[in-house]
């Protein structure tokens, strides 16, 4: 028997979210953007305040009392992230986004010399998908650019799911990553990571996975899901901008060569040569992201203390709600899976005879915050015949009646660009 999980008390949440009690132009503000970027609770501010006011300095090799509690927050911070994702505090690098984490990925294949673990060259292979945000598509091809490797992508069914009936082509012998995303940004759907990963352990392929639209909404284990590397960004999941993390298999972040070179990421140097420091640090060239760190360490706690598995299920009714009332708006078609099954909370639609930049700052004038444009996913766009779309995205702290506000406003929307 399973028993229910107990509902958020989402009206409690919200007090601790300064920015949802304002106005936006005369009405309450109803925050949908939350696949772009989250709010931060109050908790997160006052670690990041009291780190700042209290503890700041740079961290390691400081012998002075304020260096070692920076370098004691920032090294906790590092095991609270890995621990919030099911991993240990050796495997958890920390950059300044998902993309940065991607790059460095990238940037170590590109780095590394013939005949070694992570060379690529002319016949090897690299997989994507059409759904792939920016940031986990141009860092490949500029690698397969550099290298000479081909690039290679699993295409989009009309319905917004991974056509799959190449998976044995499109993930060969040849191919050295497989790098896809776990939820997409602009049509919501979850991957299947199990099938993918089976695929590619069968051919030995490494496997990255981009968890920046996962790791918010959903309980992540990253060594449960089989990947090699997983990467999010800290400013989708109520932590601070300029912050993300690598998280990569036990060894492979030793056996990777180094992706920037500087200070921090040295062991011996020489003028003709340097040695490197052993992972994560070899990857954390220069001042690191510390303030941002613990922030993102707050924010993880604060999630932990929610629990995960509630967020989703909050965001799963949220996500029907919405879906069910953007099918009673007329004119108004979803971009991707129209149900809930294997879907996130992001969810992409066009309005017919409106641009989608008219719909975003229509509905801004009611209070009401969506993303509009391609979302960096251009080519999911080009996919579906559209130029852009708008998009709404809910969290924990999002309400059913935000979700009957931006039906409503839709229907307002639509009547006064039919006018």
Not at 28 to 57: E, G, I, T
Request: glycine share 10%.
């Amino acid at each position: 028997m399973t028993l229910a999980l107990p509902a958020l008390d989402v009206q409690a949440l919200r007090a601790d979210f300064p920015v949802l009690s304002r106005e936006v132009n005369g009405h309450p503000l109803v925050y949908l953007d939350n696949a772009s970027s989250s709010h931060k609770p109050v908790q997160v501010l006052d670690a990041v305040r009291d780190f700042d006011a209290h503890h700041y300095s740079n961290v390691h090799r400081g012998v002075h009392t304020l260096s070692q509690e920076a370098t004691d927050a920032y090294e906790a911070a590092r095991t609270t992230v890995a621990a919030f994702l099911g991993g240990r505090h050796d495997e958890l690098v920390f950059t300044k986004n998902a993309t940065e984490a991607v790059n460095t990925v990238a940037g170590s294949f590109g780095n590394a010399r013939a005949g070694e673990r992570f060379a690529l060259g002319p016949g090897d292979e690299v997989c994507v998908t059409e759904m792939e945000h920016h940031s986990n598509l141009v860092p490949w091809q500029m690698l397969c650019e550099r290298t000479g490797a081909t690039l290679r992508w699993f295409p989009l069914t009309d319905e917004g799911r991974l056509d799959l009936s190449e998976l044995d082509a499109l993930v060969n012998e040849r191919t050295k990553v497989l790098a896809f995303v776990h939820q997409g940004n602009l049509l919501g759907t979850v991957n299947p990571v199990d099938v993918l990963v089976a695929r590619a352990r069968e051919v030995g392929a490494l496997v990255l996975l981009d968890g920046s639209q996962s790791a918010p909404h959903m309980p992540v284990d990253v060594h449960a899901l089989g990947v090699d590397f997983y990467v999010a960004t800290g400013h989708k999941m109520l932590g601070p901008s300029g912050v993300g993390l690598l998280w990569a298999r036990p060894g492979l972040l030793d056996a990777m060569p180094p992706f920037m070179g500087g200070g921090s990421m040295i062991e011996v140097v020489q003028m003709a040569s340097s040695t490197y420091a052993k992972a994560p640090e070899r990857f954390e060239a220069g001042t690191p992201v510390i303030t941002q760190a613990v922030g993102l360490a707050a924010a993880c706690d604060y999630l932990t203390a929610v629990g995960m598995d509630r967020v989703a299920a909050h965001e799963g009714v949220l996500t029907a709600r919405l879906l069910e009332g953007l099918r009673t708006v007329q004119g108004v078609r979803v971009i991707g899976p129209d149900t809930t099954e294997a879907r996130g909370s992001a969810v992409s639609f066009v309005v017919e005879g409106v641009h989608p930049h008219d719909v975003g700052q229509s509905l801004d004038e009611l209070g009401i915050a969506v993303r509009v444009g391609h979302h960096c996913a251009a080519p999911v766009c080009r996919r579906y015949g559209v130029p852009a779309t708008a998009r709404a995205s809910t969290y924990l702290y999002n309400t059913e009646a935000e979700i009957d506000a931006l039906v409503e406003g839709l229907e307002r929307v639509k009547a006064f660009w039919s006018a």
